[in-house]
Protein backbone atom coordinates (compact mmCIF):
# COMPACT_ATOMS: atom_id res chain seq x y z
CA UNK A 1 0.00 0.00 0.00
CA UNK A 2 2.91 2.36 1.07
CA UNK A 3 4.59 1.89 -2.64
CA UNK A 4 1.06 2.73 -4.39
CA UNK A 5 0.82 5.92 -2.07
CA UNK A 6 4.46 6.43 -2.73
CA UNK A 7 3.79 6.12 -6.43
CA UNK A 8 0.70 8.38 -6.95
CA UNK A 9 2.97 10.90 -5.06
CA UNK A 10 6.10 10.82 -7.18
CA UNK A 11 3.43 10.68 -10.06
CA UNK A 12 1.83 13.98 -9.34
CA UNK A 13 5.48 15.47 -8.92
CA UNK A 14 6.88 14.06 -11.79
CA UNK A 15 3.91 14.95 -14.40
CA UNK A 16 4.39 18.96 -14.44
CA UNK A 17 7.97 18.07 -15.30
CA UNK A 18 7.33 15.50 -18.04
CA UNK A 19 4.66 18.25 -19.92
CA UNK A 20 7.12 21.26 -19.70
CA UNK A 21 9.72 19.15 -21.19
CA UNK A 22 8.12 17.56 -24.50
CA UNK A 23 9.48 19.11 -27.04
CA UNK A 24 12.26 21.29 -25.15
CA UNK A 25 15.63 20.60 -26.61
CA UNK A 26 18.13 19.08 -23.90
CA UNK A 27 21.85 18.68 -24.46
CA UNK A 28 23.63 15.90 -21.92
CA UNK A 29 27.38 15.57 -21.74
CA UNK A 30 28.49 12.27 -20.28
CA UNK A 31 32.27 11.89 -18.93
CA UNK A 32 34.49 9.21 -20.44
CA UNK A 33 34.58 7.31 -17.69
CA UNK A 34 30.95 6.61 -17.52
CA UNK A 35 30.41 5.16 -21.02
CA UNK A 36 31.28 0.84 -20.21
CA UNK A 37 29.44 -1.52 -18.27
CA UNK A 38 26.21 -1.14 -15.74
CA UNK A 39 26.53 2.63 -15.31
CA UNK A 40 26.02 3.04 -19.49
CA UNK A 41 23.40 0.48 -19.68
CA UNK A 42 21.36 2.16 -16.69
CA UNK A 43 22.57 5.67 -18.92
CA UNK A 44 21.07 4.23 -21.89
CA UNK A 45 18.16 3.07 -20.51
CA UNK A 46 17.14 6.47 -18.93
CA UNK A 47 17.89 8.56 -21.86
CA UNK A 48 15.56 5.92 -24.41
CA UNK A 49 12.96 6.77 -21.46
CA UNK A 50 13.62 10.85 -21.49
CA UNK A 51 13.50 10.74 -25.34
CA UNK A 52 9.93 8.60 -25.40
CA UNK A 53 8.75 11.33 -23.27
CA UNK A 54 9.54 13.73 -26.13
CA UNK A 55 12.63 15.50 -25.22
CA UNK A 56 14.67 16.13 -27.75
CA UNK A 57 18.35 15.02 -26.88
CA UNK A 58 21.46 15.75 -28.06
CA UNK A 59 23.90 13.66 -26.14
CA UNK A 60 27.98 14.49 -26.62
CA UNK A 61 30.31 11.97 -25.14
CA UNK A 62 33.86 11.95 -23.86
CA UNK A 63 36.95 9.96 -24.57
CA UNK A 64 39.32 10.99 -22.17
CA UNK A 65 39.96 7.58 -20.51
CA UNK A 66 39.41 5.57 -23.72
CA UNK A 67 42.04 7.54 -25.50
CA UNK A 68 44.98 7.40 -22.62
CA UNK A 69 43.79 3.52 -22.73
CA UNK A 70 45.27 3.50 -26.38
CA UNK A 71 47.79 5.68 -25.48
CA UNK A 72 49.12 3.08 -23.07
CA UNK A 73 49.09 -0.29 -25.06
CA UNK A 74 50.89 1.87 -27.66
CA UNK A 75 54.05 2.72 -24.93
CA UNK A 76 52.70 6.43 -24.41
CA UNK A 77 51.94 8.96 -21.86
CA UNK A 78 49.53 11.37 -22.27
CA UNK A 79 50.56 14.95 -22.14
CA UNK A 80 48.84 17.50 -21.07
CA UNK A 81 48.59 21.49 -21.36
CA UNK A 82 46.54 23.48 -19.07
CA UNK A 83 44.09 20.23 -18.63
CA UNK A 84 44.31 20.09 -22.17
CA UNK A 85 45.78 17.10 -24.09
CA UNK A 86 48.28 17.50 -26.87
CA UNK A 87 47.42 15.27 -29.49
CA UNK A 88 49.91 14.24 -31.77
CA UNK A 89 49.84 12.52 -34.87
CA UNK A 90 49.39 8.79 -32.80
CA UNK A 91 47.04 10.54 -30.55
CA UNK A 92 44.71 11.81 -33.26
CA UNK A 93 44.73 8.24 -34.64
CA UNK A 94 44.15 6.80 -30.85
CA UNK A 95 41.20 9.83 -30.87
CA UNK A 96 39.52 8.59 -33.71
CA UNK A 97 39.56 5.04 -32.98
CA UNK A 98 38.24 5.79 -29.36
CA UNK A 99 35.36 7.89 -30.39
CA UNK A 100 34.62 4.96 -33.12
CA UNK A 101 34.60 2.39 -29.99
CA UNK A 102 32.67 4.90 -27.86
CA UNK A 103 29.89 5.39 -30.82
CA UNK A 104 29.59 1.84 -31.07
CA UNK A 105 29.08 0.97 -27.52
CA UNK A 106 26.53 3.82 -26.55
CA UNK A 107 24.46 2.94 -29.98
CA UNK A 108 24.12 -0.86 -28.49
CA UNK A 109 24.00 -0.05 -25.04
CA UNK A 110 20.57 2.40 -26.53
CA UNK A 111 19.31 -0.53 -28.60
CA UNK A 112 19.20 -2.44 -25.58
CA UNK A 113 17.78 0.09 -23.40
CA UNK A 114 14.93 0.38 -25.22
CA UNK A 115 13.99 -3.05 -23.89
CA UNK A 116 12.74 -1.43 -20.83
CA UNK A 117 10.80 1.38 -21.69
CA UNK A 118 7.39 1.36 -23.30
CA UNK A 119 7.23 3.99 -25.56
CA UNK A 120 8.74 2.34 -28.73
CA UNK A 121 7.88 -0.07 -31.11
CA UNK A 122 11.20 0.57 -32.95
CA UNK A 123 14.55 1.44 -31.37
CA UNK A 124 14.96 5.61 -31.03
CA UNK A 125 17.07 6.55 -33.98
CA UNK A 126 20.40 7.45 -33.42
CA UNK A 127 22.03 10.17 -35.72
CA UNK A 128 25.78 11.09 -36.27
CA UNK A 129 27.27 13.15 -39.06
CA UNK A 130 29.49 16.45 -39.47
CA UNK A 131 27.79 18.69 -36.83
CA UNK A 132 30.35 20.24 -35.25
CA UNK A 133 33.39 21.69 -37.42
CA UNK A 134 36.51 22.88 -35.64
CA UNK A 135 39.86 25.09 -36.24
CA UNK A 136 43.16 24.43 -34.17
CA UNK A 137 43.75 25.46 -30.84
CA UNK A 138 46.98 26.36 -31.70
CA UNK A 139 50.27 27.44 -29.87
CA UNK A 140 49.81 28.22 -26.40
CA UNK A 141 52.09 29.73 -24.09
CA UNK A 142 54.58 28.25 -27.19
CA UNK A 143 53.36 24.60 -26.80
CA UNK A 144 51.89 23.26 -29.86
CA UNK A 145 49.07 22.11 -28.72
CA UNK A 146 49.04 19.94 -32.69
CA UNK A 147 45.54 18.71 -33.21
CA UNK A 148 43.69 19.47 -30.40
CA UNK A 149 40.88 21.95 -31.81
CA UNK A 150 38.06 23.95 -30.68
CA UNK A 151 34.60 24.39 -31.82
CA UNK A 152 34.41 26.35 -34.65
CA UNK A 153 30.79 26.02 -35.70
CA UNK A 154 28.09 23.94 -34.69
CA UNK A 155 25.70 22.79 -37.29
CA UNK A 156 22.25 23.80 -35.79
CA UNK A 157 19.83 23.38 -38.96
CA UNK A 158 21.68 19.68 -39.49
CA UNK A 159 20.42 18.84 -35.72
CA UNK A 160 17.36 20.19 -35.66
CA UNK A 161 16.41 18.47 -38.53
CA UNK A 162 17.41 14.85 -36.96
CA UNK A 163 15.85 16.30 -34.07
CA UNK A 164 12.55 16.61 -35.90
CA UNK A 165 12.32 13.24 -37.49
CA UNK A 166 12.52 11.83 -33.84
CA UNK A 167 16.28 10.74 -33.24
CA UNK A 168 18.43 11.05 -30.37
CA UNK A 169 21.85 13.30 -31.82
CA UNK A 170 24.79 11.47 -30.56
CA UNK A 171 28.02 13.69 -31.11
CA UNK A 172 31.80 12.93 -31.02
CA UNK A 173 34.39 14.79 -29.34
CA UNK A 174 36.01 14.83 -33.44
CA UNK A 175 35.42 17.91 -36.06
CA UNK A 176 36.71 18.84 -38.41
CA UNK A 177 37.55 21.86 -40.70
CA UNK A 178 36.97 23.34 -43.70
CA UNK A 179 40.42 22.65 -45.05
CA UNK A 180 39.59 18.63 -44.16
CA UNK A 181 41.58 18.67 -40.91
CA UNK A 182 40.62 16.27 -38.06
CA UNK A 183 40.93 17.63 -34.35
CA UNK A 184 40.61 16.30 -30.84
CA UNK A 185 37.94 18.21 -29.60
CA UNK A 186 36.63 18.58 -25.84
CA UNK A 187 33.14 17.24 -24.66
CA UNK A 188 32.64 19.92 -22.50
CA UNK A 189 33.32 22.62 -24.77
CA UNK A 190 30.83 20.94 -27.92
CA UNK A 191 28.13 20.19 -25.32
CA UNK A 192 28.64 24.27 -24.42
CA UNK A 193 28.60 25.35 -28.34
CA UNK A 194 25.36 22.96 -29.61
CA UNK A 195 23.88 23.97 -25.94
CA UNK A 196 24.48 27.36 -26.90
CA UNK A 197 23.37 27.54 -30.87
CA UNK A 198 20.25 25.32 -30.22
CA UNK A 199 19.43 27.45 -27.46
CA UNK A 200 18.40 24.28 -25.56
CA UNK A 201 16.02 24.07 -22.40
CA UNK A 202 19.03 22.93 -20.32
CA UNK A 203 22.22 21.85 -20.51
CA UNK A 204 23.49 18.23 -18.25
CA UNK A 205 26.97 17.21 -17.70
CA UNK A 206 27.34 13.82 -16.41
CA UNK A 207 30.48 13.24 -14.21
CA UNK A 208 31.88 10.49 -11.78
CA UNK A 209 31.50 12.89 -8.89
CA UNK A 210 28.04 14.65 -7.26
CA UNK A 211 28.66 17.96 -8.60
CA UNK A 212 30.97 20.64 -7.96
CA UNK A 213 32.59 20.34 -4.86
CA UNK A 214 33.65 23.21 -2.55
CA UNK A 215 37.17 22.98 -0.37
CA UNK A 216 35.11 21.35 2.75
CA UNK A 217 33.86 18.45 0.41
CA UNK A 218 30.35 19.38 0.19
CA UNK A 219 28.39 19.54 -3.07
CA UNK A 220 27.28 23.42 -4.16
CA UNK A 221 23.67 23.18 -4.66
CA UNK A 222 22.69 25.83 -6.31
CA UNK A 223 25.36 28.62 -7.58
CA UNK A 224 24.91 32.06 -9.66
CA UNK A 225 27.06 32.33 -12.76
CA UNK A 226 28.57 35.21 -10.16
CA UNK A 227 29.20 32.76 -7.31
CA UNK A 228 30.64 30.17 -10.19
CA UNK A 229 33.05 32.87 -11.32
CA UNK A 230 33.78 33.81 -7.82
CA UNK A 231 34.74 29.76 -6.92
CA UNK A 232 36.71 29.80 -10.45
CA UNK A 233 38.70 32.69 -9.39
CA UNK A 234 39.49 31.53 -6.07
CA UNK A 235 40.67 28.06 -7.23
CA UNK A 236 39.15 26.10 -5.37
CA UNK A 237 37.78 23.29 -7.71
CA UNK A 238 39.82 20.94 -8.98
CA UNK A 239 41.05 21.82 -13.11
CA UNK A 240 38.40 18.95 -15.04
CA UNK A 241 36.02 20.26 -12.45
CA UNK A 242 36.98 23.84 -13.28
CA UNK A 243 36.59 23.56 -16.83
CA UNK A 244 33.23 22.39 -16.70
CA UNK A 245 31.94 25.17 -14.39
CA UNK A 246 33.34 27.49 -16.71
CA UNK A 247 31.19 26.29 -19.75
CA UNK A 248 28.68 25.77 -17.31
CA UNK A 249 29.04 30.05 -16.73
CA UNK A 250 29.56 30.44 -20.69
CA UNK A 251 26.25 29.07 -21.21
CA UNK A 252 24.38 30.82 -18.72
CA UNK A 253 25.88 33.62 -19.71
CA UNK A 254 24.85 33.22 -23.31
CA UNK A 255 20.59 32.34 -22.86
CA UNK A 256 20.65 28.98 -21.31
CA UNK A 257 18.59 28.85 -18.44
CA UNK A 258 20.26 26.18 -16.53
CA UNK A 259 23.44 24.14 -16.78
CA UNK A 260 23.39 21.42 -14.24
CA UNK A 261 26.08 19.42 -13.27
CA UNK A 262 25.78 15.55 -11.57
CA UNK A 263 26.86 12.31 -11.00
CA UNK A 264 25.99 9.74 -14.11
CA UNK A 265 27.25 7.20 -11.62
CA UNK A 266 24.14 7.04 -9.62
CA UNK A 267 21.17 5.46 -10.70
CA UNK A 268 18.50 7.03 -12.52
CA UNK A 269 20.04 10.72 -11.43
CA UNK A 270 19.41 12.42 -14.82
CA UNK A 271 15.51 11.13 -14.13
CA UNK A 272 16.00 12.18 -10.81
CA UNK A 273 17.19 15.62 -11.54
CA UNK A 274 14.16 16.36 -14.81
CA UNK A 275 11.33 14.88 -13.40
CA UNK A 276 11.33 15.77 -8.93
CA UNK A 277 12.49 18.69 -7.54
CA UNK A 278 15.38 17.14 -5.45
CA UNK A 279 18.30 19.03 -6.82
CA UNK A 280 20.77 16.96 -7.37
CA UNK A 281 24.01 17.77 -8.45
CA UNK A 282 24.75 21.31 -8.63
CA UNK A 283 22.90 23.78 -10.49
CA UNK A 284 24.29 27.19 -12.43
CA UNK A 285 22.10 29.68 -13.38
CA UNK A 286 22.18 33.54 -14.53
CA UNK A 287 19.89 34.32 -12.06
CA UNK A 288 22.93 35.51 -10.53
CA UNK A 289 22.08 37.52 -7.68
CA UNK A 290 18.85 36.35 -6.70
CA UNK A 291 20.36 33.73 -4.01
CA UNK A 292 19.36 31.84 -0.96
CA UNK A 293 21.09 31.97 1.93
CA UNK A 294 20.94 31.33 5.76
CA UNK A 295 19.64 34.09 7.30
CA UNK A 296 21.68 36.41 10.25
CA UNK A 297 20.37 38.52 13.60
CA UNK A 298 21.06 41.72 10.77
CA UNK A 299 18.06 40.36 8.71
CA UNK A 300 15.49 40.85 10.79
CA UNK A 301 14.11 43.87 10.46
CA UNK A 302 13.97 43.06 6.57
CA UNK A 303 12.42 39.72 7.39
CA UNK A 304 9.61 41.50 9.44
CA UNK A 305 8.76 43.75 6.60
CA UNK A 306 8.18 40.91 4.41
CA UNK A 307 5.89 38.59 7.17
CA UNK A 308 4.34 41.47 8.61
CA UNK A 309 1.42 41.93 6.14
CA UNK A 310 0.26 38.58 5.98
CA UNK A 311 0.55 38.20 9.99
CA UNK A 312 -2.06 40.74 9.94
CA UNK A 313 -4.22 38.85 7.51
CA UNK A 314 -3.72 35.76 9.28
CA UNK A 315 -2.10 33.86 6.31
CA UNK A 316 1.59 33.55 8.80
CA UNK A 317 1.33 32.98 12.12
CA UNK A 318 2.73 35.76 14.59
CA UNK A 319 6.14 36.18 15.15
CA UNK A 320 7.68 38.78 17.48
CA UNK A 321 10.99 40.30 16.92
CA UNK A 322 12.51 38.20 20.14
CA UNK A 323 11.06 34.79 18.36
CA UNK A 324 12.59 35.82 15.65
CA UNK A 325 15.93 36.78 17.36
CA UNK A 326 15.78 33.21 18.76
CA UNK A 327 15.16 30.91 15.56
CA UNK A 328 16.95 33.01 13.14
CA UNK A 329 18.99 29.50 12.70
CA UNK A 330 16.59 28.03 11.04
CA UNK A 331 15.07 30.84 8.59
CA UNK A 332 16.73 30.88 4.85
CA UNK A 333 16.16 34.25 2.82
CA UNK A 334 16.51 35.38 -1.05
CA UNK A 335 18.13 37.69 -1.08
CA UNK A 336 18.94 39.95 -4.37
CA UNK A 337 21.29 42.89 -4.73
CA UNK A 338 21.60 43.59 -0.59
CA UNK A 339 17.70 43.15 -0.55
CA UNK A 340 15.73 40.19 0.82
CA UNK A 341 12.81 39.08 -1.47
CA UNK A 342 11.71 35.76 0.13
CA UNK A 343 12.08 33.82 3.58
CA UNK A 344 11.13 30.26 4.95
CA UNK A 345 11.84 28.25 7.92
CA UNK A 346 12.63 25.06 9.00
CA UNK A 347 11.60 23.84 12.29
CA UNK A 348 12.68 20.58 13.95
CA UNK A 349 11.42 18.60 16.20
CA UNK A 350 13.30 16.99 19.18
CA UNK A 351 13.34 12.91 18.70
CA UNK A 352 11.33 12.85 15.63
CA UNK A 353 11.70 12.13 11.92
CA UNK A 354 9.34 15.07 10.97
CA UNK A 355 10.18 19.02 10.15
CA UNK A 356 8.22 21.40 9.32
CA UNK A 357 8.59 24.22 6.78
CA UNK A 358 7.07 27.39 8.02
CA UNK A 359 7.31 31.49 7.40
CA UNK A 360 7.05 30.68 3.59
CA UNK A 361 7.10 34.48 2.18
CA UNK A 362 8.21 35.77 -1.55
CA UNK A 363 7.61 39.82 -1.65
CA UNK A 364 4.71 40.28 -4.09
CA UNK A 365 6.49 41.87 -6.97
CA UNK A 366 8.70 38.90 -7.14
CA UNK A 367 5.99 36.48 -7.36
CA UNK A 368 5.59 34.16 -10.06
CA UNK A 369 8.92 33.70 -11.25
CA UNK A 370 9.27 30.39 -9.48
CA UNK A 371 11.05 32.11 -6.34
CA UNK A 372 8.93 30.16 -3.84
CA UNK A 373 9.41 26.48 -5.60
CA UNK A 374 13.85 27.66 -5.25
CA UNK A 375 12.52 28.15 -1.61
CA UNK A 376 10.88 25.00 -1.87
CA UNK A 377 13.67 22.72 -3.15
CA UNK A 378 16.04 24.37 -0.64
CA UNK A 379 14.25 23.49 2.48
CA UNK A 380 14.10 20.29 0.98
CA UNK A 381 17.34 20.00 0.59
CA UNK A 382 18.29 21.46 4.24
CA UNK A 383 15.91 18.89 5.63
CA UNK A 384 17.32 15.94 3.96
CA UNK A 385 20.64 17.07 5.11
CA UNK A 386 18.94 16.75 8.50
CA UNK A 387 17.39 13.22 7.84
CA UNK A 388 14.09 14.42 8.18
CA UNK A 389 11.36 11.87 6.42
CA UNK A 390 8.34 13.68 7.08
CA UNK A 391 8.14 18.06 6.37
CA UNK A 392 4.97 19.06 7.33
CA UNK A 393 3.62 22.57 6.00
CA UNK A 394 0.63 24.20 7.38
CA UNK A 395 -1.55 26.86 5.81
CA UNK A 396 -5.10 28.58 5.81
CA UNK A 397 -4.42 29.84 1.97
CA UNK A 398 -2.16 28.43 0.03
CA UNK A 399 -3.08 24.68 0.27
CA UNK A 400 -3.13 24.22 -3.58
CA UNK A 401 0.72 25.26 -3.96
CA UNK A 402 1.90 22.90 -1.99
CA UNK A 403 -0.66 20.22 -3.38
CA UNK A 404 0.80 20.91 -6.67
CA UNK A 405 4.33 20.82 -5.87
CA UNK A 406 4.15 16.86 -4.50
CA UNK A 407 2.74 17.64 -0.72
CA UNK A 408 -0.12 14.99 0.64
CA UNK A 409 -3.01 16.42 3.17
CA UNK A 410 -2.61 14.97 6.41
CA UNK A 411 -4.33 14.98 9.55
CA UNK A 412 -3.32 17.25 12.56
CA UNK A 413 -2.80 14.26 14.78
CA UNK A 414 0.26 13.05 12.35
CA UNK A 415 2.01 16.55 13.47
CA UNK A 416 4.70 15.61 16.24
CA UNK A 417 3.42 16.32 19.93
CA UNK A 418 4.66 19.39 20.58
CA UNK A 419 3.51 20.65 17.57
CA UNK A 420 0.06 19.36 17.38
CA UNK A 421 -0.03 20.93 21.18
CA UNK A 422 0.43 24.32 19.51
CA UNK A 423 -2.14 23.72 16.69
CA UNK A 424 -4.66 22.89 18.80
CA UNK A 425 -4.10 25.89 20.95
CA UNK A 426 -3.57 28.42 18.40
CA UNK A 427 -7.29 27.22 17.24
CA UNK A 428 -6.33 28.50 13.48
CA UNK A 429 -7.53 25.19 12.29
CA UNK A 430 -4.99 25.54 9.34
CA UNK A 431 -4.71 22.29 6.84
CA UNK A 432 -2.17 20.34 7.07
CA UNK A 433 0.05 18.60 4.41
CA UNK A 434 2.75 16.79 4.28
CA UNK A 435 5.82 15.59 1.82
CA UNK A 436 7.78 12.28 1.97
CA UNK A 437 11.09 13.19 1.77
CA UNK A 438 13.40 9.67 0.05
CA UNK A 439 16.53 9.81 2.06
CA UNK A 440 19.79 9.84 0.09
N1 LIG B 1 -2.62 28.61 -4.15
C1 LIG B 1 -2.34 27.98 -5.32
N2 LIG B 1 -1.45 28.44 -6.22
C2 LIG B 1 -0.83 29.59 -5.91
C3 LIG B 1 -1.06 30.30 -4.71
C4 LIG B 1 -2.02 29.77 -3.83
N3 LIG B 1 -2.32 30.39 -2.69
N4 LIG B 1 -0.28 31.39 -4.69
C5 LIG B 1 0.42 31.37 -5.85
N5 LIG B 1 0.07 30.30 -6.58
C6 LIG B 1 0.55 29.89 -7.90
C7 LIG B 1 0.68 31.07 -8.84
O1 LIG B 1 -0.56 31.38 -9.44
C8 LIG B 1 1.69 30.55 -9.83
O2 LIG B 1 1.05 29.65 -10.73
P1 LIG B 1 1.50 29.54 -12.27
O3 LIG B 1 1.37 30.91 -12.81
O4 LIG B 1 2.93 29.06 -12.21
O5 LIG B 1 0.56 28.55 -12.83
C9 LIG B 1 2.60 29.73 -8.97
O6 LIG B 1 1.88 29.40 -7.76
C10 LIG B 1 3.83 30.54 -8.59
O7 LIG B 1 4.78 29.69 -8.04
P2 LIG B 1 6.21 30.26 -7.65
O8 LIG B 1 7.15 29.13 -7.43
O9 LIG B 1 6.60 31.34 -8.60
O10 LIG B 1 5.90 30.87 -6.24
P3 LIG B 1 6.00 32.39 -5.75
O11 LIG B 1 4.93 33.19 -6.36
O12 LIG B 1 7.39 32.88 -5.85
O13 LIG B 1 5.70 32.15 -4.17
C11 LIG B 1 4.18 31.87 -2.37
C12 LIG B 1 4.60 31.38 -3.75
C13 LIG B 1 3.04 31.00 -1.87
C14 LIG B 1 5.36 31.74 -1.40
C15 LIG B 1 3.77 33.35 -2.50
O14 LIG B 1 2.59 33.44 -3.27
C16 LIG B 1 3.51 34.04 -1.17
O15 LIG B 1 4.43 34.60 -0.56
N6 LIG B 1 2.25 34.04 -0.72
C17 LIG B 1 1.88 34.69 0.53
C18 LIG B 1 2.41 33.91 1.75
C19 LIG B 1 1.90 32.49 1.77
O16 LIG B 1 0.75 32.20 1.45
N7 LIG B 1 2.79 31.60 2.19
C20 LIG B 1 2.52 30.19 2.30
C21 LIG B 1 2.55 29.82 3.77
S1 LIG B 1 2.27 28.13 4.04
C22 LIG B 1 2.44 29.59 8.07
C23 LIG B 1 3.56 29.95 9.06
O17 LIG B 1 3.45 31.09 9.58
O18 LIG B 1 4.46 29.17 9.32
C24 LIG B 1 1.15 29.32 8.79
C25 LIG B 1 1.24 28.17 9.78
C26 LIG B 1 -0.10 27.86 10.46
O19 LIG B 1 -0.08 27.26 11.58
O20 LIG B 1 -1.17 28.18 9.89
C27 LIG B 1 3.67 28.67 6.23
C28 LIG B 1 3.61 27.64 5.18
O21 LIG B 1 4.42 29.61 6.12
N8 LIG B 1 2.79 28.50 7.23
Same mark, same amino acid.
Given at each position: ?53 ? %? &?? =???? +?? *???? @????? !? ?76 ? %? &?? =???? +?? *???? @????? !? ?271
Amino acid at each position: MTNVVDFISDFREAAPYIQYLRGKTLVVGVADSLLSGETLRTLATDLNLIAGLG %V &RL =VVVH +GS *RTQI @NALDT !VAGRSPEYYNGRRITDDDTLIHAKQACGMIRSDIEAALLTGIAHTPFRSRPLSIAGGNFVSARPLGVIDGIDMCHTGI %V &RK =VDTE +GI *RSRL @NDGAL !VLISPIGHSLSGKTFNLSMGDIAEAAAIALQAEKLVYLIEEEGIIDAQGEVWSNLSAQEARTLLDNQTVSPEQRRLLQSAVNAVENGIKRTQILSGRKNGSLIAELFTRHGVGTSIALDAFMHIREAQIGDIPEITNLIRPLEEQGVLLRRSREYLENHIGEFSVLEHDNQIYGCVALKTFPDSDAGELACLVVLPEARDSGYGERLLEHLIHQARKRHILRLFALSTHTGEWFIERGFQTASSEELPAGRLSEYLESKRRSKVFVYHIKPE
